[in-house]
């Protein structure tokens, strides 16, 4: 993992379409987050967002100059909280880390949900893992105004736990 900061890229932000599933999948596999064989509730989330049959849930790309998609994003309310949200997913192109992608989504998700407004929107968590894989993760949220809230232990497997970072919208 190249933990080093890049130069800063200009990113355009939009609604994912059809035509970014497969560029939105190599995010996912490419940065290693799935194996090509979990990635069934991954594909499930895409087609309920783009079916429109999953309320509320919204993909977003962001993509360089060239239109090619330099990151996503995956954003629903959270059905057991109160006004809650969750980044469920969140990743830039692993050749183009640390250029801006991902905080561009972050900026963008933040933005439309408080849009939205206190009645519909009043927190964002996101979990991540506390593996070594995931540390340019953790800085990232943390550096993004994300409180380290919370840890589940043994959460993905043995010395693996869940962190859960918070963001207070309103
Ligand atoms: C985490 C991730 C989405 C961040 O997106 P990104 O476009 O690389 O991040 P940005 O360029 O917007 O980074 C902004 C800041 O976050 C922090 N940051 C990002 N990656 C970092 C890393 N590897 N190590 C330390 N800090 C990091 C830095 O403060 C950085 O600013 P700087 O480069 O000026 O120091 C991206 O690295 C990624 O896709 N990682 C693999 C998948 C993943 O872990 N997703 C999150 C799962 S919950």
Redesign the pocket.
């Known amino acids: 993992?190249?933990?080093s900061?890049?130069v800063?890229q200009s990113v355009f932000v939009r609604a994912a379409d059809a035509e970014d599933v497969g560029q939105i999948r190599a995010?996912a596999l490419g940065?290693?987050?799935f194996a090509p064989d979990e990635m069934g509730g991954f594909d499930d989330g895409l087609s309920g967002y783009l079916s429109g049959a999953a309320e509320g849930h919204s993909w977003l790309v962001a993509t360089d100059a060239g239109g090619r998609v330099?990151?996503a994003a995956y954003f629903a309310p959270e059905p057991f909280g109160d006004r809650v949200w969750n980044?469920y997913?969140?990743?830039?192109?692993?050749s183009?880390?640390?250029?801006?992608?991902?905080?561009?989504?972050?900026t963008h998700v933040e933005q439309l949900l408080r849009a939205k407004g206190e009645e519909s929107a009043r927190v964002l968590i996101?979990?991540?893992?506390s593996s070594a894989?995931?540390?340019?993760?953790r800085?990232?949220?943390a550096?993004?105004g994300f409180d380290r809230e919370a840890v589940i232990r043994e959460f993905y497997g043995p010395g693996e736990d869940k962190i859960v970072f918070w963001k207070l919208l309103v």
């Open positions: 993992v190249d933990l900061p890049q800063p995010l940065n290693g987050m330099a990151g980044l997913f969140l990743a830039a192109d692993p183009n880390h640390r250029r801006g992608a991902g905080s561009s989504l972050v996101v979990e991540t893992s894989a995931y540390e340019g993760a800085a990232f949220y550096g993004r």
